[in-house]
C-alpha cells in the first residue's frame, strides 16, 4: 500500500490523495503502520520532495502540516507503540526538509505551513529527553541522516540550525 503511494506522487506529482490516504490510515489503523515504519517516512519524504515543483500550492502544504500533527500528537497506546517504532526514522524527514529548502525555491507561504507540522516532529523527536543537549536540541541529530551531503551542502546545516533555532522559541519549556 505504501509503495503504491510513493509511485502516485513520484510519477504524477499529487499530494493531496497519498497525504489523505495515510491520515485515514493513522486515524483508522495506526497499529498496521508500526511495522512499516520506516517505509512510511520514506513515503513522507518523497511527499516533501514533491514540493520542490513550482505550481505547490500552500493548501497542499496545510493538508501536510495537518498529516504531521497526527502523526505526532497521539497518546493512545497504539499511538505510543507507534511512536517508538517512528521516532527513529524521523530525523531523515527533517533533513529532507533542511535539503528541500536548501536546493530549491520554496515560497514563503507554503514553508511555513510546512514549518508548523514540522515542529510537531521536533517535538516528538526530543519528547523524553532523547535528544537534550542544554538549549542545542537536534544540533547534531542530522548529522546520522546525511545532512550536508546532499547538494546544499552547508546551506543544508544553514537551515536545520534555523528549523530547531526556531522550533526552540516557540516550544514552552515550562518555565515562567
Not at 4 to 20: A, F, H, K
Not at 69 to 91: C, E, M, T, Y
Amino acid at each position: 500500500m505504501l509503495d503504491i503511494l510513493v509511485r502516485i506522487v513520484s510519477s504524477q506529482g499529487q499530494i493531496g490523495e497519498p497525504v489523505n490516504t495515510i491520515i485515514a490510515l493513522l486515524r483508522h489503523r495506526r497499529e498496521t503502520l508500526i511495522q512499516h515504519a520506516a517505509l512510511l517516512v520514506d513515503v513522507l519524504r518523497t511527499i516533501l520532495f514533491a514540493f520542490k515543483r513550482a505550481d505547490c500550492r500552500v493548501a497542499e502544504a496545510a493538508l501536510m502540516n495537518r498529516l504531521l500533527h497526527n502523526i505526532a500528537n497521539d497518546r493512545s497506546k497504539s499511538g505510543s507503540a507507534f511512536h517508538q517504532a517512528i521516532v527513529k526514522h524521523l530525523p531523515s524527514l527533517l533533513v529532507a526538509f533542511a535539503r528541500i529548502v536548501a536546493t530549491s525555491r520554496i515560497s514563503t507561504e507554503v514553508r511555513r505551513e510546512l514549518k508548523n507540522g514540522l515542529f510537531s516532529i521536533c517535538d516528538l523527536v526530543t519528547a523524553g529527553g532523547r535528544v537534550s543537549s542544554r538549549g542545542r536540541e537536534g544540533e547534531a541529530l542530522g548529522d546520522s541522516f546525511g545532512l550536508g551531503e546532499g547538494n546544499g551542502g552547508e546551506a543544508e546545516r544553514d537551515v536545520w540550525a534555523d528549523l530547531w533555532k526556531e522550533w526552540a522559541g516557540k516550544r514552552y519549556t515550562g518555565q515562567g
